[in-house]
């Protein structure tokens, strides 16, 4: 089910509304593990930036669901990616940035949910470092990209290795490799 979400064609990049308080943390992490291991470079390039443009969206939506009293977590974020795919099926763009959104926004549920899971740990920061070997290649995938806005590519092109030390997740920063700044880009 997962497989097919994470592997669209160009042609079939759709978003489909997954609950994933059903599946387990192990099975879910296997899931994310297959997403990121087998897609190209490429893919892990878009895969990165949504995972740090989601953020940004997200706190803004959980501050304004929070000021009228309503709850807000990933899964409904991934609620109203699906519900925004569903409306525009016009737009190639707009269903690859709902595609790559619900991929990250997949991974951020995750995160959220190994953080007390000791044994997952190494897994999850094995999988970010993984996912992190793409960044040296913004510059060279985004060139020509136009699913990302100029300003989402250049902040991304321009401060990929900032970025991505300031906002990955805790156990990736605490991670010996990544603060001794040993990962290459």
């Known amino acids: ?6 592997s669209r064609s160009a042609n079939e990049a759709k978003t489909e509304g997954l609950n994933l308080s059903t599946i387990d943390n192990e099975s879910l992490l296997r899931v994310a593990e297959e997403l990121v291991y087998e897609q190209t470079r490429n893919a892990n390039v878009q895969l990165l930036v949504a995972y740090f443009v989601i953020k940004p969206i997200h706190n803004a939506n959980k501050r304004i669901h929070a000021q009228k009293n309503e709850p807000y977590d990933w899964q409904i974020f991934t609620e109203q990616i699906d519900t925004v795919s569903k409306k ?3 737009s190639v763009h707009g269903r690859y940035r709902c595609g790559w959104f619900t991929q990250a926004a997949y991974l951020r549920q995750l995160e959220d949910r190994i953080k007390p899971e ?18 040296p ?49």
């Open 137 to 185: 290649y913004f510059d060279e995938v985004l060139a020509e990209n136009t699913i990302w806005s100029q300003e989402e590519k250049s902040y991304f092109a321009l401060n990929a290795k900032a970025a991505i030390r300031v906002m990955a997740p805790k156990p990736v920063q605490d991670n010996e490799t990544f603060k001794n700044g040993t990962l290459t880009f």
């Open 88 to 90: 525009d099926t016009t």
């Open 118 to 135: 000791e044994q997952l740990h190494q897994r999850w920061v094995e999988l970010w470092l993984y996912l992190v070997e793409a960044a």
């Open 1 to 6: 089910m997962f497989k097919k979400l994470f």
